[in-house]
């Protein structure tokens, strides 16, 4: 399978959205035009696993014989036209992330924040130069100036306290493109700050200026300007979203584990990073142990078949007519593969059941050996215990059974021994019951409970036939791919909703009894 | 045996002539009904259509005046004594049927059976 990760160094929603400068634009846009010809803008990248049947063509028209009659050719189940089972019981390898944070990823953010200290810092300059280089020539100004500095001091810190509690997080994902309406936004403000720099060194300091109090009026509407497109940034990059407009289907390939959310507008792109981020606590994690059917059910199925063909016209056309025939004759044949399948089923189910029924037991057994010390007691020091030593006394009870538990539902990779004695150490200060402590394990938990610690985050493609800036709409399909499996996504508007009202009386409410007597006469 | 309204009913119908009997005080008749106007047709287990809210022999006792005269049960009654019992409420229907002065009346009723047997007899 074709598994290019691409790890794009582009910043996302970041800490300042009214940064960047326009060099930094056109590197992003060279940059994604770079990685286009690998991926494609209009081609639908999603492979599926396995050889497609049809693909050797076998050659024989070459050396056709001309008496047909009397030779035979014989295609066994085993040559190029089979579909090979063990493609399908492929075993995923577990990827090393790479270690280190990349520092790319704050690269977006720190520009955004030199541009948004350079607008911040700019209403102070414009009241601090004159003051500085022409101090003499400046007109008093005396209570009205006053009163702009107050009213500017505290538009100055309502605008540092909305920049710092909206914009300075730190980002949550790199995307593929420019992230538009932020790049949009640092346009905008570079735009504003350069003119309204502009027109200052123009008008008020070359020819130095001696109105101060227009001066403290131009500072006092650049900062008006920011709070506004401060107040834009936030109905762009917060509130559009907010109210739902589409519903998306998140399936994963492997297990067809499905969710619906409903979703604002957004583009391709912030939407994948949304289901993402809802994928990690709402989907189980991904078993690729229990995907498939075991082998004794599959491989009856491959019970050699040979084709004869007693010689048609063109042997070119063949092989497509003489797989399909295998495939339809495999079909009509009878057989009982899904009565085993349904025994194997009941036979594992029964299994899980009794593994579960006691590992219960021997967790409740081992939780009733420990209690929480009453300070009323009097033990001596030596039988005191900590969390840690409390699990590990209890663990070896249960350890048997815990295993083996794992080993049949087919969890122990997910679950060391170590974290199991972390987790019953957790649970243990926490006076949890037996029950909360198995919680963890009898069922498969989202994603994010299993993710394991690294900053450097998680690689996911969008594969997408449309780009990726582009707004969702009706009837859309993306797919998010990962190494092993792929999350695919639909999506479908929300119905309008036409709500009418009824009135009813509550007088209305009246009701008679149902009758059927019957009367002897 | 479905009706549209406003359109005369028809149906084939047997005068079934029953006396009744004087059992202490009161004068029996051996059958029990159920239906009119005033019930709830859907309960009937003996109608054809199910919004019929005519009044039906529901039970018809051993040896009884009803069963000597010829009554079955799941019959519809159509008349009695000249009365319309098609369209009447349960109790109303009661009160045709008990009155004191009347020893014998005279129902006209219908079933399917019959029916049937009109039509057999009409195809042969």
Same mark, same amino acid.
């Given at each position: 399978?074709?598994?290019?990760?691409?790890?794009?160094?582009?910043?996302?929603?970041?800490?300042?959205?009214?940064?960047?400068?326009?060099?930094?634009?056109?590197?992003?846009?060279?940059?994604?035009?770079?990685?286009?010809?690998?991926?494609?803008?209009?081609?639908?990248?999603?492979?599926?696993? $396995?050889?497609?049947?049809?693909?050797?063509?076998?050659?024989?028209?070459?050396?056709?014989?001309?008496?047909?009659?009397?030779?035979?050719?014989?295609?066994?189940?085993?040559?190029? +036209?089979?579909?090979? +089972?063990?493609?399908?019981?492929?075993?995923?390898?577990?990827?090393?992330?790479?270690?280190?944070?990349?520092?790319?990823?704050?690269?977006?953010?720190?520009?955004? $924040?030199?541009?948004?200290?350079?607008?911040?810092?700019?209403?102070?300059?414009?009241?601090?130069?004159?003051?500085?280089? @022409?101090?003499?020539?400046?007109?008093?100004?005396?209570?009205?100036?006053?009163?702009?500095?107050?009213?500017?001091?505290?538009?100055?810190?309502?605008?540092?306290?909305?920049?710092?509690?909206?914009?300075?997080?730190?980002?949550?994902?790199?995307?593929?493109?420019?992230?538009?309406?932020?790049?949009?936004? %640092?346009?905008?403000?570079?735009?504003?700050?350069?003119? #309204? @720099?502009?027109? #200052?060194?123009?008008?008020?300091?070359?020819?130095?200026?001696?109105?101060?109090? $227009?001066?403290?009026?131009?500072?006092?509407?650049?900062?008006?300007?920011?709070?506004?497109?401060?107040?834009?940034?936030?109905?762009?990059?917060?509130?559009?979203?907010?109210?739902?407009?589409?519903?998306?289907?998140?399936?994963?390939?492997?297990?067809?584990?499905?969710?619906?959310?409903?979703?604002?507008?957004?583009?391709?792109?912030?939407?994948?990073? @949304?289901?993402?981020? +809802?994928?990690?606590?709402?989907?189980?994690?991904?078993?690729?142990?229990?995907?498939?059917?075991?082998?004794?059910?599959?491989?009856?199925?491959?019970?050699?078949?040979?084709?004869?063909?007693?010689?048609?016209?063109?042997?070119?056309?063949?092989?497509?007519?003489?797989?399909?025939? %295998?495939?339809?004759?495999?079909?009509?044949?009878?057989?009982?593969?899904?009565?085993?399948? #349904?025994?194997?089923?009941?036979? %594992?189910?029964?299994?899980?059941?009794?593994?579960?029924?006691?590992?219960?037991?021997?967790?409740?057994?081992?939780?009733? +050996?420990?209690?929480?010390?009453?300070?009323?007691?009097?033990?001596?020091?030596?039988?005191?215990?900590?969390?840690?030593?409390?699990?590990?006394?209890?663990?070896?009870?249960?350890?048997?059974?815990?295993?083996?538990?794992?080993?049949?539902?087919?969890?122990?990779? #997910?679950?060391?021994?170590?974290?199991?004695?972390?987790?019953?150490?957790?649970?243990?200060?926490?006076? %949890?019951?037996?029950?909360?402590?198995?919680?963890?394990?009898?069922?498969? $938990?989202?994603?994010?409970?299993?993710?394991?610690?690294?900053?450097?985050?998680?690689?996911?493609?969008?594969?997408?036939?449309?780009?990726?800036?582009?707004?969702?709409?009706?009837?859309?399909?993306?797919?998010?791919?990962?190494?092993?499996?792929?999350?695919?996504?639909?999506?479908?508007?929300?119905?309008?909703?036409?709500?009418?009202?009824?009135?009813?009386?509550?007088?209305?409410?009246?009701?008679?009894?149902?009758?059927?007597?019957?009367?002897?006469? | &045996?479905?009706?549209?309204?406003?359109?005369?009913?028809?149906?084939?119908?047997?005068?079934?002539?029953?006396? *009744? !009997?004087?059992?202490? =005080?009161?004068?029996? !008749?051996?059958?029990?009904?159920?239906?009119?106007? =005033?019930?709830?047709?859907?309960?009937?287990?003996?109608?054809?259509?199910?919004?019929?809210?005519?009044?039906?022999?529901?039970?018809?006792?051993?040896?009884?005046?009803?069963?000597?005269?010829?009554?079955?049960?799941?019959?519809?009654?159509?008349?009695?004594?000249?009365?319309?019992?098609? &369209?009447?409420?349960?109790?109303?229907?009661?009160?045709?049927?008990? *009155? *004191?002065?009347?020893?014998?009346?005279?129902?006209?009723?219908?079933? *399917?059976?019959?029916?049937?047997?009109?039509?057999?007899?009409? !195809?042969?």
């Amino acid at each position: 399978m074709d598994t290019e990760s691409q790890y794009s160094g582009y910043s996302y929603k970041s800490s300042h959205s009214r940064s960047s400068r326009k060099p930094r634009d056109r590197r992003d846009r060279h940059r994604s035009k770079s990685r286009d010809g690998s991926r494609g803008d209009k081609s639908v990248t999603i492979q599926a696993p $396995g050889e497609p049947l049809l693909d050797n063509e076998s050659t024989r028209g070459d050396d056709r014989d001309d008496n047909w009659g009397e030779t035979t050719t014989v295609v066994t189940g085993t040559s190029e +036209h089979s579909v090979s +089972h063990e493609d399908l019981t492929r075993i995923t390898k577990d990827v090393e992330e790479s270690a280190a944070p990349d520092c790319r990823r704050f690269l977006g953010p720190a520009l955004s $924040g030199a541009l948004g200290l350079f607008a911040f810092l700019t209403p102070l300059a414009f009241l601090l130069l004159p003051q500085l280089l @022409w101090r003499d020539q400046l007109d008093p100004c005396g209570t009205p100036c006053e009163g702009l500095y107050v009213s500017l001091a505290f538009k100055l810190l309502v605008l540092l306290i909305a920049s710092w509690a909206l914009f300075l997080r730190p980002p949550r994902a790199t995307l593929p493109r420019i992230f538009v309406f932020r790049s949009l936004l %640092m346009v905008l403000v570079f735009l504003f700050v350069a003119s #309204y @720099w502009l027109f #200052y060194g123009v008008r008020v300091l070359e020819p130095r200026e001696r109105d101060y109090r $227009g001066i403290v009026e131009y500072a006092a509407s650049l900062v008006d300007a920011l709070l506004f497109i401060q107040y834009l940034a936030i109905v762009l990059l917060e509130i559009r979203q907010i109210q739902p407009a589409f519903c998306l289907k998140v399936v994963r390939t492997t297990d067809g584990a499905s969710k619906f959310y409903n979703i604002g507008h957004l583009s391709i792109q912030r939407a994948a990073v @949304w289901i993402l981020e +809802h994928y990690y606590s709402d989907f189980p994690v991904y078993n690729p142990a229990l995907l498939n059917l075991p082998k004794s059910i599959l491989s009856k199925k491959m019970s050699g078949f040979k084709v004869y063909s007693l010689g048609e016209e063109n042997s070119t056309n063949n092989s497509t007519g003489q797989s399909r025939a %295998m495939i339809a004759a495999a079909a009509r044949r009878r057989d009982n593969s899904h009565n085993e399948y #349904y025994y194997e089923e009941a036979e %594992m189910e029964r299994r899980v059941r009794k593994r579960k029924a006691r590992l219960v037991v021997a967790v409740e057994e081992a939780f009733t +050996h420990i209690k929480r010390l009453q300070d009323e007691d009097q033990k001596n020091p030596r039988e005191i215990m900590d969390p840690r030593e409390a699990a590990q006394a209890i663990f070896a009870s249960m350890a048997r059974a815990m295993q083996k538990y794992l080993r049949t539902t087919r969890q122990q990779p #997910y679950h060391s021994m170590e974290s199991i004695l972390q987790h019953l150490q957790f649970c243990i200060t926490h006076d %949890m019951t037996p029950k909360a402590f198995l919680e963890r394990y009898l069922t498969p $938990g989202p994603t994010v409970q299993y993710h394991r610690e690294n900053t450097a985050g998680r690689q996911w493609t969008l594969v997408s036939e449309e780009p990726v800036t582009s707004a969702l709409r009706e009837g859309a399909v993306f797919a998010l791919r990962r190494m092993d499996f792929s999350l695919v996504v639909t999506v479908r508007r929300i119905p309008f909703l036409q709500v009418r009202e009824e009135f009813i009386d509550p007088k209305s409410h009246k009701f008679v009894m149902r009758l059927q007597s019957e009367t002897s006469v | &045996m479905s009706y549209i309204p406003g359109q005369p009913v028809t149906a084939v119908v047997q005068r079934i002539e029953i006396h *009744k !009997l004087r059992h202490g =005080d009161n004068l029996i !008749l051996g059958f029990s009904i159920g239906g009119g106007i =005033d019930q709830d047709p859907g309960q009937n287990p003996y109608s054809e259509d199910k919004t019929d809210k005519g009044i039906y022999v529901t039970r018809v006792s051993e040896g009884g005046p009803a069963e000597v005269a010829g009554l079955m049960i799941g019959d519809k009654i159509m008349q009695v004594n000249g009365w319309d019992m098609t &369209m009447v409420t349960h109790d109303q229907a009661r009160k045709r049927l008990t *009155k *004191k002065n009347e020893d014998i009346v005279r129902l006209l009723v219908t079933r *399917k059976s019959l029916e049937n047997a009109v039509r057999h007899s009409m !195809l042969q």
